[in-house]
């Protein structure tokens, strides 16, 4: 095992916190000494022990302390250097008498950066950086993009036609996408800490945005749903599921707010990433305003028609925006295109 | 090796006649005989001799004539029972001695479908019919078209942005795809017998619709370009490489007819097949139209917004069409999806 094998480890058990954390990022550890995994842990929820002191206290309730002393720790994210809800995780890893510190991405606070190594160094403890860097730095991107900018990361989801449409002609079923993709949207959701949507998408189609089906797990909590109106509270029917269902107190009204005041107010509210599930009005204007970071595009094979476009119509954008990193998968008869957005 | 593993190796033959044939349908032929294949061929034009004589005659270059007596003979499609161009390829089987006949599928000509069994039967050959008759019946499904309905296969082929446009921001560069999905292009045109566009692509894009590059073969002719245009020959610009080229006198224009006028003139033309390629208002007229069976989308990973839409603005169609037997792949960083149009 090289020590990209164990990071790729420690990269596995901060998956399991994706979408959980918030407004901490997914962090995942591992400890190991002699070729020997003593332990692993991931950051599970904001306010409950990080990922270092997870590992940690799972090696303990294996091994003796003395046991630890010489031990490697493996984290994907550099160890926080400063008291915040939990106390600093190079303290807990000082204490714990381990000898090597081996991490994949850095602090993207500015202020934060750097502060491990130099306390860990103090101690006479070893450091390692940008093990795997580009994975590890996957896991933090919407912290780290919240973290630098103030704007949380945005998702933009749709499902089109091959012409590029949202609706079908009347009479025909509301739905473009199978069961495959439409599952694989909770699962989206799940990752997710708020939903954007329109008031007009209210109005017609009167959707939950709740994580639901197998996406769906007792740790995460429901999405904030977000509705942009610009004709007030008052102009959206009140008897919607966003108003009256189970998880009403997780809806939000947006009125007259700019995209970014609203991106921006998310932020605040610690949310790391959130998802637009709206039209294409909305979507372009999103668009336009350089404000999308990933693209999840479902592409369904049917012709419709139609006066809904999936990003709207209207002039060209300043300049063509390009998917990067893209992949695009089958999921049943559906097909997902997902990259992350290059701006100018 | 099987029935099927023989008629395999017959398709194989006639799919190096794909995009060569028309009128006629590309076909392909194995003898065998005690698991001995002694000889192949496959149809490479009209007025050259059916895959089955060219198998024939493969097969007397290295045996005897008596070689043949009591061999099997592999065939894509039912052989010929009437004189046409060439002579009757029953007749050539039965002179040929040949004992046992397979094809897989049957002659889409009405009048035709079953001319072949009663003829070898009355010399005491054995016929066997519809092995591998999917695969089969996808060679010569544009002839079959043709012959049914007296209208060509059409292919519409686009290339769009993730935004279902296009064209790209001014100042930008004209192409939205990368050099494997024009590639592609080109080798689709290499199957195709015409290319209909419109007179507002020849004065916009003065694209030349030739087949260039490693598609282009000696033995293939260069496809008609139809311009159909409603504003006469006049408005369109006399210097376009679609007039002024070396392959001038296959342009075609088209004034004032109906897209099934235009059709059917390419069907009697002796088109078994044809591709769009031209702007969204009129690849939307084919699709309102139902004239559309095959789809070849190249969505390439970029946003761009604008005017033109791939396919068209406006209404919903009547029905949606659904595209079966689709596949998708990766050409580069595009994608292409391409399937067949399941009309109401």
Known sequence: MTDNDYMQLAIAEAKKGLGLTSPNPAVGSV????????????????????????????ALTRHEKSTLR???????????????KTPAC???????????????????????????????????????????????????????????????WVIAKTAVS????????????????????????????????AIITGGKTVRKDNPSLTIRGEAHSAEKSQPWRVILTQSGKSSLPQDANVF???????????????????LKALAELGCNSVMLECGGILMQQFLKQQLIDELALFIAPIFTGGPDHGFGIGEHLDHSQFLTNNSHQQLGNDILIRGILKKS
Chains 1, 2 share one sequence.
């Open 90 to 152: 190079v303290d807990g890893i000082i204490e714990a008498g381990i000898a090597k510190v081996i991490y994949g991405a850095t602090d993207p606070n500015p202020a934060h950066v750097g502060g491990a190594d130099a306390m860990l160094k103090k101690h006479q403890i070893k450091v390692v950086s940008g093990v795997e860097r580009v994975a590890c730095e996957s896991l933090i991107q919407a912290f780290a993009k919240r973290i630098t900018t103030g704007l949380p």
């Open 162 to 193: 091959l012409d590029g449409r949202i609706t079908r002609p009347s009479g025909e079923g509301q739905w473009l996408t199978g069961p495959e993709a439409r599952a694989e949207v909770h699962k989206i959701r799940a990752s997710v800490d």
């Open 31 to 58: 400890i190991v000494k002699n070729g020997e995994i003593l332990g692993k842990g991931w950051h599970r929820k904001a306010g409950l022990p990080h990922a270092e002191r997870e590992a940690i206290a799972d």
């Open 244 to 262: 009256t269902d189970e998880h009403a107190e997780r809806t939000i009204i947006h009125e007259d707010k700019t995209l970014t005041q609203t």
């Open 70 to 84: 010489g031990a490697t720790i493996y984290v994907t994210l550099e160890p926080c250097s400063t008291t915040g």
